[in-house]
């Protein structure tokens, strides 16, 4: 078995930047909403539902880049 480099890692954990940045954004329209409403639960849920978005849009980017990777090769570039 080998061992991962740190950005494979981040792909299997789903800790990438995208994901960083997707929960940041939902922690602060969460903020927001809380602020508005003078709740204490869209901040929370804010974070998770940007960090789910984050993951989606790094598993379609990696899909994508492993896809053009292949036809790349297919064709006999490297």
Do not use: C, P, W, Y
Request: aromatic share 4%; glycine share 20%; net charge negative.
């Amino acid at each position: 078995m080998r061992e991962l480099h740190s950005h494979e890692v981040e792909e299997v954990s789903g800790a990438g930047f995208i994901t960083d940045a997707g929960a940041a954004l939902g922690t602060g329209i969460g903020a927001i909403v809380d602020a508005a409403t003078k709740g204490n639960t869209a901040t929370a849920a804010g974070t998770k539902l940007g960090a789910g978005i984050g993951q989606v849009v790094e598993a379609s980017v990696s899909v994508i880049g492993g896809f053009l990777k292949n036809l790349g090769s297919l064709f006999g570039r490297k």
